[in-house]
């Protein structure tokens, strides 16, 4: 049985298992600013916003829509205490020593890459065709998170925090796409390369069994026909949870 699947992945006759859509979904550094004293904003007491030497971590997290028709949310950013950037833009804008960075994503990507086995050994390194940004709704989606970004992180409120944009700054056209696909990183929320579901292309039932295989059951984000719009920690203590069920009843513990 194990030989039979190596072979058929293998084969470029078969469709390869599709990789997380948001495996590659983050904008790094998709707006990059110096703060206005030189420092990193941090929580004070009470709750209320202050400034301090010291790095804290921060909670700040948004989710937005590119166009106003969709029915949810297809963008998210989150608010990093410190400059940050992909190793490409960094090296084209340079980065400040200190500042804060709105670190923006596609969250429902079209985009979809592919994992390729490279022999029949389990030590055989994986084959990884990320294919970012492939789709052109990605592009676009894409292309309004970074403007979004620069609205909110140049707006009358966060003024006081600002002392200047550094990446990206108002690019437009060619050029602001050559941005964004310098900047297209991984969102670690890598997931559904093992989907559940009955099409030929589903690899585990609806109690986390694989199919093909005994004694076999798959309990993480690998399950997820797609993945979920927000940070996927939560559903896959769901889906532990829920294997725990499956288990406990199957065998009566």
């Not at 020593?97 to 890459?113: E, I, M, Q, Y």
């Not at 084959?127 to 403007?147: G, R, W």
């Not at 559940?196 to 609806?206: I, T």
């Not at 798959?218 to 997820?224: C, L, P, V």
Request: charged share 20%; hydrophobic share 40%.
């Amino acid at each position: 049985m194990t030989k039979r699947i190596t072979r058929a992945l293998l084969s470029d006759q078969v469709p390869m298992r599709p990789i997380s859509p948001n495996a590659f979904a983050s904008i790094s550094g998709s707006f990059v600013l110096t703060s206005s004293r030189g420092t990193t904003l941090s929580s004070a007491d009470r709750g209320r916003p202050g400034w301090s030497w010291r790095v804290v971590s921060s909670k700040t997290l948004f989710f937005w829509k590119s166009e106003s028709g969709l029915n949810s949310p297809d963008l998210f950013a989150c608010q990093a205490e410190v400059p940050k950037s992909s190793m490409e833009n960094a090296a084209r804008f340079g980065l400040p020593a200190a500042g804060w960075t709105l670190f923006g994503a596609v969250a429902r990507p079209k985009s979809r890459g592919h994992l390729r086995l490279t022999g029949p050994s389990p030590l055989d390194p994986m084959q990884i065709e990320a294919n970012t940004l492939c789709h052109p709704d990605d592009l676009k989606a894409a292309i309004a998170c970074v403007e979004l970004c620069r609205k909110i992180g140049n707006s009358a409120a966060l003024r006081p925090f600002v002392k200047r944009e550094v990446i990206p700054g108002n690019l437009k056209g060619a050029a602001l796409e050559h941005f964004i696909r310098d900047a297209a990183v991984s969102y670690w929320h890598e997931t559904c390369t093992a989907k559940m579901g009955r099409d030929a292309m589903s690899v585990v039932d609806g109690n986390l069994k694989v199919n093909g295989i005994d004694h076999l059951r798959i309990a993480d984000g690998s399950i997820m026909p797609r993945v979920t719009t927000g940070n996927t920690m939560a559903p896959c203590v769901i889906i532990g949870e829920r294997a725990a069920e499956v288990i406990r009843a199957a065998h009566q513990l």
